[in-house]
């Protein structure tokens, strides 16, 4: 419990450095591991990265969870508290802290010298702070279920309300069942439509692609629907232009899948084949998608988002990278003769109610059609208070002029 005559804590003076790491290791048996300021690995971080890796969480879902444990770990330290003994009082202030204090400014990468990063005044995004809240109620968990220590408590508790009552006890049965496990510090996070781009946004960025490989890449994920991650898993054998047929590796399930794509992403990607030549290793089991410049290795998701970035700057555009997946989706469900199941599949959504959220209309064609509205209204009210022509005039005239209005 939060007592009333505990410590304030100042949070406004309060540093944070970049202590400690999440260092990435080439050991499959651990694929993650957080070090402290010294450069130990926190043990009680491996038993849990152990425990999300025998219940089959991917490497990527690791690296995530270990991103928000190290930003906790980092304000610990920084309060000189340690993690197992952690209360409700900390972990509201870290709440806080991410809220308020805002996102610290990571120095260049070729800046040794760099002192530690100050504030940018930008604070965390909701959905980044949810993510984190469950994370680390998931983590003290595991250790209470476990007896790790002196933990006996967990910093992130459930709703006191929630937690108490029977589930779903004033449930209406005509509607769906919804998520009753809610954080006491979790914030709402609010819901946005996703974000395509329009064509004529999408053709500028297009036109200022620089090489045959990023025109087929593009190609590929507008055509696809796949994430940027999954059409950069495909490899040399998993494509067959006959059918129009390319095969990833799902996000979720890791199993592998063809997706159906445009006959000009074809096009593209032989050019980049032709283009490359030789410099490209060649095997069925080898990735697709190479980088331009030597020395060639396997093109990874950040020179993906990379180059997207670049292309966006040159084209004053805001779009993501991910936004190419939102513009597929948008694009198969507006098709009236392709069932909405059958972009479920495409889009390897689990449940059908995702793939409803594209057959909401996007703003800018609810803009254009309202406006239209307004515009046809005001011709009507125009043309029924028009005044009726002066006496004089031959009716075949005005017949001509008016085309017999």
Not at 41 to 60: D, I, N, T
Not at 170 to 182: A, I, K, T, V, Y
Not at 208 to 213: A, K, N, V
Request: one cysteine or more; hydrophobic letters at 40%; aromatic letters at 8%.
């Amino acid at each position: 419990m939060v007592s009333g005559e505990e410590e304030q804590r100042d949070l406004a003076a309060l540093v944070v450095p970049a202590a400690g790491a999440l260092v990435a290791t080439a050991d499959r048996w651990e694929p993650y591991r957080l070090v402290d300021r010294e450069g130990a690995a926190v043990e009680g971080v491996a038993s849990f990265f152990r425990e999300l890796q025998a219940a089959g969480r991917s490497r990527a879902t690791v690296r995530s969870y270990g991103l928000d444990l190290l930003r906790w770990f980092r304000f610990l330290w920084a309060i000189e508290v340690c993690w197992d003994r952690a209360t409700r009082v900390e972990a509201r202030d870290f709440c806080r802290w991410l809220m308020i204090a805002g996102k610290p400014l990571r120095p260049h990468w070729r800046n040794e010298n760099a002192s530690p990063p100050a504030s940018s005044g930008k604070p965390y995004a909701a959905s980044v702070r949810a993510h984190s809240e469950t994370v680390l109620r998931c983590f003290y968990d595991f250790h209470l279920s476990v007896a790790s220590g002196p933990v006996l408590i967990n910093p992130f508790p459930l709703v006191r309300a929630r937690r108490e009552a029977r589930a779903h006890a004033h449930h209406n049965p005509m509607e769906l069942f919804g998520d009753q496990r809610s954080g006491l510090y979790r914030p709402r996070v609010p819901k946005r439509l996703p974000r395509s781009i329009p064509d004529e946004e999408f053709n500028e960025i297009f036109a200022r692609l620089r090489s045959h490989r990023d025109r087929a890449l593009v190609a590929f994920y507008v055509s696809t629907g796949a994430r940027a991650s999954e059409l950069l898993s495909a490899r040399q054998g998993g494509t067959d232009p006959g059918r129009q047929l390319i095969a990833v590796v799902r996000k979720g399930t890791r199993e592998l899948q063809e997706l159906p794509a445009s006959p000009d992403a074809f096009v593209w990607l032989r050019l980049y084949q032709v283009e490359m030549g030789e410099m490209i290793p060649k095997g069925k089991r080898l990735p697709l998608w190479w980088t331009l410049r030597r020395p060639i290795r396997p093109l990874t998701y950040h020179a993906a988002h990379r180059m997207f970035e670049r292309v966006n700057a040159a084209a004053g555009s805001t779009a993501t990278l991910h936004a190419l997946r939102h513009t597929a989706a948008y694009r198969m469900a507006e098709d009236p003769g392709l069932p909405l199941t059958d972009v479920q599949f495409v889009l390897g959504h689990a449940q059908l109610t995702t793939t409803q959220i594209y057959l909401t209309p996007r703003k800018e064609d609810v803009i254009r059609r309202v406006l239209a509205h307004h515009a046809e209204q005001t011709r009507q009210a125009a043309a029924r208070t028009a005044p009726p022509p002066a006496s004089g005039y031959r009716p075949d005239s005005l017949n001509v002029l008016f085309g017999g209005r």
